[in-house]
């Protein structure tokens, strides 16, 4: 059983920046991918990022690619989200999610378990 808990999330202004933070249960961190969804009310849940068990492959929504940064430490059980130029449109719950097997999928689905998820506002 793997326990997620995001924090960082909170209210900022167009073009600022915040980094999301997710800490990790289990003893079996460093074998997971990692990830973060988001979703905005009204509308489904949408793929950020990804990380996998090393940190060496990442992967990007089209969105958020040159934006974003994706990062872990496997020793903190820790995986984090720089977000810089933000956006009113990137205004959404934020989720953490992880998996116990290889690669970086982008599908919801495709994640074992989810935290609560932290709320990021931009205003314009």
């Known amino acids: 059983q793997v326990q997620l808990v995001e924090s960082g999330g909170g209210l900022v202004q167009a073009g600022g920046s915040l980094r999301l933070s997710c800490a990790a249960s289990g003893r079996a961190f460093s074998m997971y991918s990692m990830a973060w969804f988001r979703q905005a009310p009204g509308k489904e849940r949408e793929f950020v990022a990804a990380?996998?068990?090393?940190?060496?492959?990442?992967h990007y929504a089209d969105s958020v690619k040159g934006r974003f940064t994706i990062s872990r430490n496997n020793a903190k059980n820790t995986v984090d989200l720089e977000m810089n130029s933000l956006k009113p449109e990137d205004t959404a719950v934020y989720y953490c999610?992880?998996?116990?097997?290889?690669?970086?999928?982008?599908?919801?689905?495709?994640?074992?378990?989810w935290g609560q998820g932290t709320q990021v506002t931009v205003s314009s």
């Open positions: 990380i996998g068990a090393s940190g060496l492959l990442q």
């Open positions: 999610s992880s998996r116990t097997d290889l690669g970086v999928p982008t599908r919801p689905e495709s994640y074992d378990y």
